[in-house]
């Protein structure tokens, strides 16, 4: 190897002894020994390209927002480096790139402070509105609260609580400590107004079950009156409409032992109904003849005929007696739609033949007439005057008085 064998930023001596240049004069970095100058300072190149690769990282690290401390850390790590790097290439620009970086550092530490500032003062803006809500449900009025959805609020406030506490920046002391206090203090405000909430509400239940357990035994106690037993029971019921509620569950186990004490009553009442029901069978037999024969008058048009007839079909039909419950209705509609059809016939006849009515609409026919023969009259004359104004409007008026004569019969 000769001297001449040599980079712009190093050179190889013969003895293979390899060199850096720097701003400072040249340092021996190393042997490389039996070997070509260009592998020797290959060699060396190698190690300064590692170096600068760790310089270019830090300085992606630095703009991406590392913490300032870091990277100040690793600066000064590499420049010790730098100034004693067994390798060949600019470590000068190295040295100003890592100087460079010095100060980006400073500003790093400025911007970081401020943005760790900024970040503590949104966390404790953050733990109040968590505190205020937390209080918020701590005032409301035990009385209307919906606890399952407060104790879910409350649980979800916590939990919030938790993972910033976890994840947010560390406040301090003295403020995370206050807040807290506050959040602790709601938190157990709640559980005591639940608790009472809850103690006064067993209390109540406990009430309405013995009102209602006596209500069952007042029930229970009337089975052996059966139906004379159902106006009481009613009443009874009445009283337990006002009794209240205690609990979904024990109200409806509560409430399936008195219908039971009811459905006694009301077992003992249709076997009974049944059994009226039963001995007026004969009774529906002989209404449903009357029916068949009420029935032939919806043909009938003479009123008096219709209602001599329909008079001695209901005397019957009185004597006959009672029908089976279910079937009431039915014969009594089918006997109405009789007497309505009678009704009918004589409201007509009454309209036809009332005196009252009659007189008036003969005294109408009378004016009518009269107003028409003088009419007639006055067209004539206006004929015979040649006045075709007077003859038209005259006719007219004879034409309308016509038509109301038509109209009431005249």
Do not use: C
């Not at 340092?27 to 190690?47: C, I, M, N, S, W």
């Not at 002391?173 to 959040?183: I, P, S, T, V």
């Amino acid at each position: 190897m000769t001297e001449s064998d040599q980079q712009p930023w190093g050179r190889v001596d013969e003895t293979g002894t390899v060199f850096v240049r720097t701003s400072e004069g040249e340092r021996e970095v190393g042997q490389y020994p039996d070997a070509p100058a260009e592998e020797a300072l290959a060699y060396f190149e190698r190690k300064f390209a590692d170096l600068a690769g760790q310089v270019s990282l830090l300085e992606q690290r630095a703009r991406r927002g590392a913490p300032a401390a870091d990277v100040a850390k690793a600066v000064s790590h590499l420049r010790d480096s730098v100034a004693n790097a067994h390798a060949v290439g600019d470590l000068d620009a190295l040295a100003r790139r890592l100087e460079s970086l010095s100060g980006t550092t400073a500003e790093l530490t400025e911007q970081q402070q401020a943005e760790q500032k900024a970040a503590v003062a949104d966390a404790i803006a953050y733990r109040t509105s968590i505190v205020e809500e937390a209080e918020a449900l701590a005032a409301q009025d035990p009385a209307r609260t919906q606890w399952k959805t407060t104790t879910a609020q409350l649980d979800e406030l916590f939990s919030r609580w938790q993972q910033h506490q976890q994840e947010g920046p560390r406040l301090p002391k003295g403020e995370a400590n206050d807040l807290w206090k506050r959040f602790r203090t709601a938190r157990s405000t709640i559980e005591q107004h639940r608790k009472a909430f809850f103690a006064d509400l067993d209390a109540a239940h406990r009430d309405v079950r013995a009102r209602k357990q006596q209500l069952i035994d007042r029930a229970e106690s009337l089975a052996g009156r059966g139906a004379d037993g159902i106006p009481e029971y009613r009443a009874l019921l009445d009283d337990w409409k006002l009794a209240g509620r205690a609990g979904k569950k024990v109200d409806d186990a509560l409430w399936a032992k008195f219908k039971e004490a009811g459905d006694v009553l009301f077992h003992a009442k249709a076997e009974s109904d049944a059994l009226e029901d039963e001995s007026y069978r004969e009774n529906l037999t002989e209404k449903l003849a009357l029916l068949e024969e009420a029935e032939k008058l919806l043909a009938e048009q003479d009123p008096k005929a219709a209602r001599a007839a329909l008079g001695r079909i209901q005397r019957r039909w009185d004597e006959a007696g009672r029908v089976p419950r279910d079937q009431v209705r039915t014969v009594e509609d089918r006997l109405r739609k009789v007497e309505t059809h009678v009704r009918g016939l004589e409201d007509e006849r009454w309209q036809r033949e009332d005196p009252e009515k009659k007189a008036r609409s003969e005294g109408m026919l009378g004016q009518l007439q009269d107003a028409i023969a003088k009419l007639e009259d006055e067209l004539a004359a206006a004929e015979a005057a040649g006045d075709a104004k007077a003859a038209a409007s005259t006719k007219e008026a004879l034409d309308a008085r016509r038509a109301w004569l038509k109209a009431v019969g005249g």
